[in-house]
C-alpha cells in the first residue's frame, strides 16, 4: 500500500536473548524470536518472547500472515502487489465506481466504519476517498507532480467519504461516481496491526513489539516487566530522536511532514492532505497518537495532524483514551497532559514544550 519508507516512530528495544520468565520453574527461560518482512511495502519487524521455540516462531508466522491477509484485502494498487489472478477489494471498489456495488469481507466493513466515525468526528479532516487527490500529486507513483489550482478542484469534486454507500447486511461497497476511489492507508496498516496482536494474545504471547514501518504497538511489558520505549523522530532530523515513551498495551503511531515528499522552490509538498483543500496540511510537522487501538492510532495521527495543534486538542477531549504529542513548525512540542509521567523531552530544539491542559490547553510544563 505503500512504497517502502521508515516513519516516524522508532521503538527502542532492549535486547533479550534469554530472560528468565519469573515461574516457578526457574529453569523456564522466555527466548527472543525476531523477524523482519517487507509487506504493505513497508518495512514491518515483529519480536515476540515465549519460552517455547515452536510457539515464537508459529506467532511470527501468523502475526506476519496477518499482515499479508488485510494487504491482499486493502491494497488499492493490487495489480501490481499481489499475483495476476487476484485483486483486492478496495481495487475491485475503485474499478467499478459507477458501475456496481462490490461484495467485500468483514474487515474491509470494519475498517470503513471506523474511518465514517473519525471523519464524522472530525468534520472530514479524516476521508478514504482521497484518492484522486493522491495520485494528483503523484503520491501513488512516486512521480511528483505540483497541480495547478483547476486541477485540484476537478479532483476534489470527486471526494466525500458521505458519498461511500455502504450496505452492510450484503456487505457491499459501491462509489457511485467514476473516478472516485479508496485509499485506505490511513487505517490499513493500524487494523492489520491490531489483527496481528489479536492473534498473539490468541496463542498466549504476552510479551511482544511490533514495528510496521512506524506504527508501534507494545503488547504487554519487556520480559523484565518494565514498560516499553518507544521513540519520536525529529521532524527534521532522522538520525535524532526528541522524546521518549513509556508504554504497555499501546499503539503509537506518528505522521509527519518528512515521511512522502518532495521540495519546489523551498516548498516541502507532503502527502498528508487536507481534504478540505486538496493540498498538504500545514500547521504541523508530526504527531504521535497513543491509544490502546492501532487502527484508531494509525487514523488519529493523520487526523490531527491535518486539524492542526488548537482543532486537534479539542478533538482530543472527545476521548479519555487517546493521547498526543504534537510538534508544530516553530518546534514547539504539545503534549496531552495524561503522558506528564509516561514521556521524557530529550529535545526539544530550541522550541517551547507544553502540555495540554483542560483549563489552560497551552500551560508550560515546569
Known sequence: MFRYRQRVVTAIILGFLFVCAGCADKSVRVQEFSRENIVMDTLIKITVYAADPQLGEKALNEAFAEFSRINSLADRFSEKSLPDSETSDVYQIN??????????????????????????????????????????????????????????AEKLALVGYQRIVVDKEQKTVFLPEKGMELDLGGIAKGYATDMAVQRLRELGINSAIINAGGNVYALGSKPDGSPWRVGIQDPRNNNKIIAILRVEN?????????????????????????????????????????????????????????????????????????????????????????????????????????????????????
Open 95 to 152: 474499478q467499478n465506481a459507477q458501475v456496481k456495488p462490490v461484495k467485500v469481507s468483514d474487515d474491509i466493513l470494519a475498517m470503513l466504519d471506523r474511518s465514517n466515525y473519525f471523519a464524522n468526528l472530525s468534520e472530514g479532516a479524516f476521508d478514504v476517498t482521497i484518492g484522486p487527490i493522491m495520485d494528483l500529486w503523484g503520491f501513488k507513483q512516486t512521480e511528483h507532480h505540483l497541480p495547478s489550482e483547476k486541477e485540484i
Open 250 to 366: 499501546t499503539a503509537v503511531v506518528s505522521s509527519g511532514d518528512y515521511e512522502r515528499y518532495f521540495i519546489i522552490d523551498g516548498v516541502r509538498y507532503h502527502h498528508i492532505i487536507d481534504p478540505s483543500t486538496g493540498e498538504s496540511a500545514r500547521q504541523l510537522m508530526s504527531t504521535t497518537v497513543l491509544a490502546s487501538s492501532a487502527t484508531d492510532a494509525d487514523v488519529m495521527s493523520t487526523t490531527l495532524f491535518v486539524l492542526g495543534s488548537e482543532r486537534g486538542r479539542e478533538l482530543l477531549q472527545k476521548f479519555t483514551n487517546i493521547n498526543a504529542v504534537f510538534v508544530d513548525p516553530e518546534r514547539n512540542i504539545t503534549f496531552s497532559k495524561s503522558l506528564n509521567k509516561q514521556i521524557d523531552i530529550l529535545d526539544q530544539a530550541n522550541g517551547q514544550v507544553k502540555k495540554e491542559d483542560s483549563e489552560d490547553a497551552s500551560s508550560q510544563v515546569e
